[in-house]
Antibody, heavy 123, light 106 residues
């Protein structure tokens, strides 16, 4: 059974950076892409970006382009999402999720999600 | 491509048939998924390719649609279906989510 386990809660000051990890297990890591989604308190789901675990290629949402970096370490089957220049608007639960491969499409659907990482940005 | 959902919330009785609609601002063929997010929980994939039920999902859930208009139907609402439901188009980037529909029990 596929599993994604994320790093723990973070509290950051405005202007700081955060790096969230997502450890994958139970499947062949490089056979499935990883996507990152965030959810602000009481709000809906917002796609942040995508990374190919095979090639390292990325595609980021326009809203966070320039502030976000997504990487993977295939030796440890771990994906990372770093977000820089944090503001209070970045306060959210951040999810990594596996693109399922159920269809011949690159960006979805996603079938396994991490448990979420709460990032709070506050002075 | 923008995704809209209606209604934004609904309240229905146990056993009721519930329909949630999702509309894409441009055609997306059948590249649409539905997710269920129960309060305080992680989203779960219910349906993909507009109408294919994900493994393990109860058969009271069904999906339909093609192009720009899609529906998620719960044939007989159960207490455990209290959740927010999101559609997502995934044919191209960005794979945008709809704003969600909150389903409650009357």
């Amino acid at each position: 059974q596929a599993q994604l386990v994320q790093s723990g809660t973070e509290v950051k000051r405005p202007g700081a950076s955060v790096k969230v990890s997502c450890k994958a297990s139970g499947y062949s890591f490089t056979d499935f892409h990883i996507t990152w989604v965030r959810q602000a308190p009481g709000q809906g789901l917002e796609w942040m970006g995508w990374i190919s675990t095979y090639s390292g290629g990325t595609n980021y949402a326009q809203k966070v382009q320039g502030r976000v970096s997504m990487t993977t370490d295939t030796s440890t089957t771990t994906a990372y999402m770093e977000l820089r220049s944090l503001t209070s608007d970045d306060t959210a639960v951040y999810y990594c999720a596996r693109v399922s491969g159920l269809t011949q499409t690159t960006y979805g659907p996603v079938d396994f999600w991490g448990q979420g990482t709460l990032v709070t940005v506050s002075s | 491509i923008q995704m809209t959902q209606s209604p934004s919330s609904l309240s229905a009785s146990i056993g009721d048939r519930v329909t949630i609609t999702c509309r894409a601002s441009q055609g997306i063929l059948n590249h649409l998924a539905w997710y269920q997010q129960k309060p305080g929980k992680v989203p779960q994939l219910l349906i993909y390719a507009a109408s294919t039920l994900q493994s393990g999902v109860p058969s009271r859930f069904s999906g339909s649609g093609f192009g720009t208009d899609f529906s998620l139907i719960i044939s007989s609402l159960q207490p455990e279906d209290v959740a927010t439901y999101y559609c997502q188009k995934y044919n191209t980037a960005p794979p945008t989510f709809g704003p969600g529909t909150k389903v409650e029990i009357k």
